[in-house]
């Protein structure tokens, strides 16, 4: 089957969706995302259950089909939340109903040991060209239309808002949980996609969807291990050709002996060795996050910063310590952080305080007022020294104010990535970050997670062909 974008559409950004399994029993699978689609989707749903005619969920009379045969209008994808061996029966009528696309929830399949039954929905996916994300999975959210199977009650796993991330996801509860992560932290992941046991759709059709996406500039993946023979091969080829577009970034769980036996019970993928796969992300040309956190922090950059024409780095700060570790983390990573001319030294010494450094990082110091701040940068980002900025913060500081945040903003007019490192926990430093992180200017709680995003961002320009000679 083609690997289209189109032959995807309607499993992710579907029209009309049927829910076969879907309840009214509060706290059930088949009511949380009943409920998920009453509350969000901006199509039209159909509900399947035999057991009711027609039921009042939240105010609303809704209509309950015996069989999907029954729904009267076309259905682009249906949602399976019934037990395992009914499964291929549902899947079969939906086939045989034109239904292009099947999102299975329902577990207890190559998982469990239980893999002829997971063959056989293969085979009827493949009989009616039904594409079949699962079983064993928590589906599809999509922020754009509302689309969502994700099982977890919406207060226990927030749904983040839309913005220019995509994640694609072996394991269903690690997906739950960044898309909790990301929902407290407003990040804009935009569509989440746990394909769980991988029986058709899996991260090769997946890239190459996001791939056309225009609405997404970033692409994580969160990675177990790969299931058939030439997997490996296919998601290379389709990686080398996605980053020529936007940006991949892969965080490879199971990397030792105990937790590639937890992979193969949890999704029967095979993990493999690690050294392969990260072998594999580097001949792709995929970023690799050595946590979920930093997968984030590094997307976060990715999505919002130009990329660098080279690796140096200046360093502003308003704390010594902060500078240093700075410093310490850019150079461990391979960047550069050069000094600073001593003909712009020069010019710097008249318009900063007496005692402040001028070296690289350059130190403010906690007298610093939001002015020191603007000199520096336009001093030194329009110039060819650095090609990058990372920015310390330290609000505490009694002379800066949110005017800073505008001053870093109109930075932007350099071309020039900038990240901004805002330590500490009061209402200042809070709507200091809201103000850059709305004018996407990735803000980091510490120095070392600046950095990383400063790194990825270097990989990526020298993956593009943008780094200078």
Known sequence: MSSS??????????????????????????????ENLIDRFRGTAYFVNPKYDEVEIKGRQLKFYKSISEIPEPVDVVVIAVPAQVVPQVLEEAGKKGVKAAVIISSGFAEAGNKELEDELRALGRMHGVRV??????????????????????????????????????????????????????????IMVNYGNKADVGDVELLRYFERDERIKVITVYVEGFKYPGEARRFLDAAREVVKKKPIIAYKAG????????????????????????????????IEAANLRDMFDMAKALAT?????????????????????????LEALGLEVPELPESIRRDLRGELLPFSALGNPVDVTGSATDQHYKVVLEALL????????????????????????????????FRKPIVVVNFGGSEMVQSFTKSLEDAEIPT???PDRAARALWALYQYAKIRGVVRP
């Open 5 to 34: 974008q189109e032959d995807l559409a309607p499993l992710i950004s579907p029209s009309s969706v049927a829910l076969v399994g879907a309840s009214p029993k509060q706290a059930s699978v088949g009511y949380v995302i009943l």
């Open 133 to 190: 994300l699962g079983p064993n999975c928590l589906g599809v959210y999509n922020a754009f239309n509302g689309f969502d199977t994700v099982f977890l009650p919406a207060e226990r796993a927030g749904r983040p808002p839309a913005g220019p991330l995509a994640l694609i996801s072996q394991s269903g509860a690690v997906a739950a949980s960044i898309m909790d992560w990301a929902a407290r932290r407003n990040i804009g992941l935009s």
């Open 255 to 286: 990397r030792g002996a105990a937790a590639q036996r937890a992979v193969r019970s949890h999704t029967a993928a095979l993990a493999g060795s690690y050294e392969m796969y990260r072998g594999l992300f580097r001949q792709a040309g995929i």
């Open 305 to 329: 910063q130009p990329l660098p024409r080279g690796g140096r780095v200046l360093v502003l700060t308003d704390s010594g310590g902060m500078g240093i570790q700075a410093v310490d983390e």
């Open 382 to 413: 329009p110039t060819a020294f650095f090609d990058m900025a990372l920015v310390i913060t330290l609000m505490q500081v009694p002379g800066l104010t949110q005017n800073l945040a505008e001053y870093l903003i109109d930075a932007r007019r």
């Open 444 to 446: 980091y709680p510490t």
